[in-house]
């Protein structure tokens, strides 16, 4: 990647026109259009200000590579997510085991309606199966991805939401009316495969346009 688009892509993320840049910098827009079309590079006085305005390093901008502080951090949000992904996993095992519990207690030993006791016990199984699927959703996607995933158009990552969100929404309902739990997990492979699909599609439509 060249600095122009660096430059290019650093301003798109800050939601900055070419004008509000050259404002800020004391040049014109027509510079400022200059660098990101690698018709020129910024002179030396403006790298610093430049890497203010976007809140990178000189040699991020110059180099391409991370800060030890950008590591450090990028460490950090792997360290909490996977922090994060065990709570939610070990939360989603506690009902479980709740349910479990509830299950083999209030039935046998304080006689409670079995249809009232086994409908608990699907709640609390749903709960947790809730909990992990979230979790996993949220936090399952580790940090080192997260420029590949910027690279992905808006609109798959749209469709992509949209999925998952029906999968989650079309699981819970089929398994709370079927409780076929042990069969309707097959819906996460059908829900995967499907965005595979739509990225594979995605990346052929890419190829026929640059071509």
């Known amino acids: 990647m060249t600095i122009g688009e660096k430059l290019l892509n650093l301003r798109k993320e800050k ?36 890497c203010q305005l976007y809140g990178i390093t000189a040699d991020e901008l110059l180099t391409g590579k991370k800060s030890n502080d950008e590591k450090i951090k990028t460490a950090e949000e792997i360290m909490e997510n996977k922090k994060k992904k065990g709570v939610g996993i070990a939360l989603g095992v ?9 299950i083999m207690i209030t039935i046998p030993v304080l006689n409670m309606n079995p249809i009232v006791g086994s409908s608990i016990f699907l709640a609390f199984c749903g709960i947790g199966t809730y909990v992990i699927i979230y979790t996993n959703m949220v936090y399952g996607q580790k940090v080192k991805k997260k420029e590949k995933e910027e690279q992905e158009p808006k609109v798959l990552k749209q469709i992509k939401i949209i999925i998952e969100t ?3 929404l079309v699981y819970l309902y089929i398994s709370f009316v079927t409780f ?20 594979l599609l995605f990346m052929l439509g890419g190829k026929n346009n640059a071509k």
């Not at 309707?184 to 595979?196: D, N, R, S, Y």
């Open 94 to 102: 506690l009902f479980y085991f709740m349910a479990v519990i509830w």
């Open 166 to 168: 029906v999968t989650l």
């Open 15 to 50: 939601h900055l026109s070419q004008e509000e840049v050259a404002e800020k910098l004391g040049v014109t827009r027509q510079t400022i259009s200059k660098w990101e079309t690698d018709g020129s590079t910024p002179d030396f006085d403006k790298i610093v200000p430049l």
């Open 180 to 199: 076929a739990w042990h069969i309707t997990w097959i819906l996460w492979i059908v829900a995967a495969l499907i965005e595979e699909i739509v990225k």
